[in-house]
């Protein structure tokens, strides 16, 4: 009865038009990252309302709207599992990882798995983070290196850097500019860190990667970087 109240506030503010705009832009495209995805047209604000409202709803009805097809659903789903996860940590983490196949666009990676994956991990071994960056599955790379995000907001550095090296000779522009811009957030932080990082790695680095790692550098050494000058 909750999911189906959920799914009727959900579904509102569905626009047709909109939808056709999200497939093209999440690539949905057969041969393209997120072939065969279904989008109804909702935006991200509006589905945190939704979440807001329906936070309390019960794991079994979680799981079920997290395998669902739409793209929209399973955000609504990820958006409550990060609302109830303080609250309900290992059953929430659990529920993560063993679904990480639902977990399949950028969106739905970046907007959760700090506030899970990260979080639950901040005092525990991390070892299904480089399990993850091993994987032949594009979305558990991502969730690997953008988990560490958590890491960084508390100084904690050594992940990200070992997870971005494993993650170096990967061939997808979205684990490029995944790594690259945790590689940045290490810089916000301690540019000393990234920069030996880079200083060992650049050379190597795929071009799109080392343009986000760069990319709040000063000019000129931005420029030396990516001239090799360095």
């Known amino acids: 009865m909750v999911l189906q109240e959920l799914k009727k506030n959900l579904y509102k503010t569905a626009d ?12 949905t495209g057969k041969g393209e990252y997120g072939e065969g995805d279904q989008f109804i047209g909702i935006t991200v604000p509006e589905i945190r309302k939704v979440a807001k409202k329906h936070k ?3 794991i079994d009805e979680l799981t079920e709207l997290l395998k669902s097809p739409i793209h929209e659903e399973r955000m609504t789903a990820l958006i409550i599992m990060a609302m109830k996860y303080p609250k309900d940590e290992e059953n929430i983490y659990n529920l993560y ?14 907007v959760t798995c700090p506030r899970i994956v990260g979080a639950h991990l901040l005092d525990k071994p991390r070892d299904i983070l480089y399990d993850f960056a091993s994987s032949n599955d594009i979305w558990e790379k991502r969730i690997a290196i953008i988990s560490t995000a958590m890491f960084i907001r508390n100084n904690d550095f050594s992940d990200t850097l070992n997870i971005s090296e ?28 990234e920069e030996g990082f880079l200083k ?3 050379k190597e680095m795929p071009r799109t990667m080392l343009r986000y790692a760069i990319e709040k550098f000063p000019e000129e050494k931005r420029q030396r970087y990516l001239k090799g000058n360095i």
């Open 200 to 202: 060992k790695h650049y």
């Open 56 to 58: 309390d709803l019960e």
């Open 166 to 193: 494993i993650l170096l000779n990967d061939t997808h522009d979205l684990i490029h500019k995944s790594v690259g811009w945790m590689l940045r957030e290490v810089g916000n932080r301690d540019m000393g860190v």
């Open 97 to 110: 990882i063993k679904n990480t196949k639902y977990i399949n666009n950028w969106d739905l990676v970046d």
């Open 16 to 27: 047709p038009e909109r939808a056709v705009n999200f497939r093209r832009f999440f690539k």
